[in-house]
């Protein structure tokens, strides 16, 4: 139904910047949101930021906030994470997400990508 690549992980020194991509494909709601996670060796896949498709209203967490931006391409169809300042507590596998604001059962995944920060 959904289809979700994440792209433009890789290696970067602390204090550098990355952008990533994700790329959406197939049918969408009219009213959806996408965002990021990220998942850490040994750790719970945590928020990092969404935005709302149709207003482009984000949201952050408190950990990214004023390093990451989240954007979104309406043309394209994609959605983009925006980070400077790394740190290397910031290396994670980096997972895009589509979900319904009215409706929860539309919830898609992409396969994620690594992000590694190095001191």
């Known amino acids: 139904q959904v289809q979700l690549v994440e792209s433009g992980g890789g290696l970067v020194q602390a204090g550098g910047s990355l952008t990533l991509s994700c790329a959406v494909s197939g049918r969408t709601l009219s009213r959806y949101a996408m965002g990021w996670f990220r998942q850490a060796p040994g750790k719970e896949r945590e928020f990092v930021a969404r935005?709302?498709?149709?207003?482009?209203?984000?949201s952050y967490a408190d950990s990214v906030k004023g390093r990451f931006t989240i954007s979104r391409d309406n043309a394209k169809n994609a959605v983009y994470l925006q980070m400077n300042s790394l740190k290397p507590e910031d290396t994670a596998v980096y997972y895009c997400e589509a979900r319904g604001l009215v409706n929860r059962d539309f919830d898609y995944w992409g396969q994620g990508t690594q992000v590694t920060v190095s001191s």
């Open positions: 935005i709302t498709w149709s207003g482009g209203t984000t």
